[in-house]
Structure formats: C-alpha cells, structure tokens
C-alpha cells in the first residue's frame, strides 16, 4: 500500500489523483490531503478518504469548516499547517497551482519523500534550487505534465539516459493560425474553449498565449538536464502524441493516447509496473490523420518571453512566471485585453533585477517583485 500526501486536491489534477485511487483503493491510500479554500469539494474528499491529516491554505475558511470535519482527521489551516501536510505518507503528490506549489516540493525533497510533480512552478521558478535539492536528497521526481510523462516514458523511466533531442509537442491552443486583429478580439470565454484538454482556468490561458509551453520547455531543462538547443516543440493539434524522444542513430520513440491526464498522474504512482486506468485504446482505423505543424516564436510573443527568460537564467523565468500569474489574472477579470499578458511578461522581465538562486528566500523576492511590476504596468495602462 502506498500512502500520499496530496496536496492541491480540489483542482483539475487534484480530482483525478482521487479517481486514480478509488479506482485501485487496495495500493492507494491518501494519508493527508490539501486544497486552498474550495471547501465544498474539499470536506467531500475528507469524508470519502479519511486521511490523517487535512489542511486548508486559506485561514478565513479553514475557521470556518473547522466543526464539519469527521472525527479521527487531524485538521489545520493556514499556509505553514498546508505545507505541514507533506510529513505524512510514503510520496508527496504536488497538484498545487502556482508559485506556492514550489515550497511543498522544497519541504518533500528536505524530508526525502519521492515527488510526483504536477506543479509547473516548482522547476519554472526553482528548477536550479529544486533539482540540486532533489539530488542530494536522492529521492525519485516523477514528472505528471503528459508531455514530460511521455519524454520519461520514452527514456525507459531514466531522466539521465542519453538522447539527442526531446521533441515537446503542443495542441497550438484555440488560436493557432489565427492574425494578430483576430487575437485582439479573444474573450475570456473564447480562450477558456481549449480544443482537446480540460483544464483549470491558469493553465487553459497558458495553453492559449503558448506560454505553458515554454514553461514546459523550462521544465524539460531541469529534468533531463540539458541545454535549450536540444529540446525542440512542434504542434500536434489532434493531441495524440505527447511528446517525443530522438536518439543518437536518429530513431524516434513517442508515448500515444487519447488525451487524459490519469495516465500520466496513475503512472507517477505505480512506475515501472502498468496498471488499467480505463483509458480508451487507440482505435487507428477511426483516428484519421496525425498532423505536425511549427511552432514559431514570433506568432507567440508568450511563449517567446519563456524561452528568453530561461536564456537569461538565474530568476529571470521566476519573474516571468510571477507577471504571468498577474497577467492571467487580469486578462480574466476584464482588466487587460488577450495581447497585453504578453505585454504585462515583456515589461517585467526587463525591469527585474538579476540575482543568483541561493535560496528560496531569492525565488520569493523576486516572485513578489515580479508581480508588482505585473500589477504597475496594468494599472498605469487602464489609467491610460
């Protein structure tokens, strides 16, 4: 049996990991769980797991669910009580969104819990700090994003196997091929409308401006330890292949499936062994055509910014994410128009201050900068 700390269990990759355990409940069991303030959600899934332990981020509802919790969880609120969470079970699940999920994955690689990540911000903002701490701890980081799921997958489970070139594959989102007057006009409801994959409402955004892509170009960085001039993206608009991995003698592998996030997520848990997630097979007489289309910077100034961001190293992609996070959210909100995130990303990177990642302290610096930076620009723009 293994146990889990999950944290971030409301959200879209937080549900998942609790069907992926109901479903094979006699090798999963969920010792402490964490959400940030979607009580509804959150006391159902204490009630149906009865963890050890239970935790909300958020103190003001935290208080206010406090008498609801069954008898025999241990509960707590606040953000320290969230991060206490990753003490228990055998491996920490990260599902969290955003800059917080990187200080769970601190405190797991500091209490030499294997990781399996779903957390895009661990490796964008502290890739260098991250990695160095999960190799001292000699812990296992299970990548749960499907495309470096499907990289791993293709490297036999072996991050350090040798390779020519990872091959990171994109939908292009709700707007490939669409011209610059066309984007001027997306909505929120229209760039929330992606064409293959559910998603929560940060990421979506992300999948739209192409920016979670270069994010996904960061991470692959870290994970396989390689320069940027090995790791190439091409769009795979049908999302049926999720990345792939070529080798010296120019073969290529790739990892195919219909596009479902419980592959990815069931495999960080029970790699090397195989197990039914009740993923429909591939049915290549119906499947038609796969199409491979490219993937240029300049049709996607987001997705440009990360790359440059991870270019100029040191905090700089920590910065571009803080902005980013800002960003999204106020192109949701009605503040911003779609075309300004990128925008919001350009000004904050230019005006962020290098320093050398000693510490989780720096990436907290310069996540706070970073999104007073993001926060000035949209407010001197609105004002305008």
Request: net charge negative; hydrophobic share 45%.
């Amino acid at each position: 049996m293994k146990t889990i700390a999950l944290i971030g269990s409301t959200g879209s990759i937080g549900r998942q990991v609790c069907s992926v355990v109901r479903r094979h409940a006699d090798k999963f069991q969920v010792e402490s769980i964490v959400a940030n303030a979607s009580a509804e959600t959150f006391l159902e899934q204490v009630q149906e797991f009865k963890p050890k332990y239970a935790a909300l981020a958020d103190e003001t509802v935290g208080k206010q669910i406090a008498n609801k919790i069954p008898s025999g969880v241990k509960f707590a609120y606040g953000k320290q009580a969230a991060v206490d969470a990753i003490e228990y079970g055998d491996i920490a699940f990260i599902a969290a969104t955003g800059f917080a999920g990187l200080q769970y994955s601190l405190k797991a690689a500091a209490l030499k819990k294997d990781i399996a990540l779903a957390n895009k911000e661990t490796l964008v903002c502290g890739g260098e700090l991250v990695m160095r701490e999960v190799k001292k701890a000699q812990i296992n980081l299970m990548p749960v994003d499907s495309e470096h799921s499907a990289l791993w997958q293709a490297l036999h489970f072996n991050a350090n196997a040798p390779f020519k070139r990872l091959i990171i594959t994109a939908s292009g989102g709700p707007f490939y091929g669409k011209s610059r007057q066309e984007l001027a006009l997306v909505t929120p409801e229209s760039a929330l409308k992606h064409p293959t994959w559910k998603m929560g409402a940060k990421i979506t955004i992300d999948s739209a401006t192409l920016l979670n892509k270069g994010f996904e170009v960061i991470e692959a960085k870290w994970l396989y330890n390689c320069g940027l001039e090995k790791i190439a993206t091409v769009v795979q608009p049908e999302s049926i292949i999720h990345s792939m991995v070529e080798f010296a003698d120019n073969g290529i592998l790739a990892q195919m499936s219909y596009p479902t996030m419980e592959l990815p997520i069931q495999l960080a848990l029970t790699y090397p062994e195989r197990l039914d997630c009740n993923l429909q097979p591939l049915d290549f007489e119906k499947l038609g055509a796969i199409h491979f289309l490219p993937l240029k910077k300049e049709d996607f100034p987001c997705y440009a910014a990360a790359l440059k961001s991870a270019e100029m190293g040191d905090n700089y992609s920590c910065a571009l994410n803080g902005a980013g996070e800002v960003a999204v959210h106020a192109f949701l909100n009605g503040e911003i128009p779609f075309l300004a995130i990128a925008d919001v990303l350009e000004e904050s990177l230019e005006k962020t201050e290098r320093i050398k990642i000693a510490d989780y302290g720096v990436l907290e610096e310069t996540d706070a900068r970073a999104r007073a930076l993001a926060r000035e620009y949209i407010d001197r723009r609105k004002n305008k």
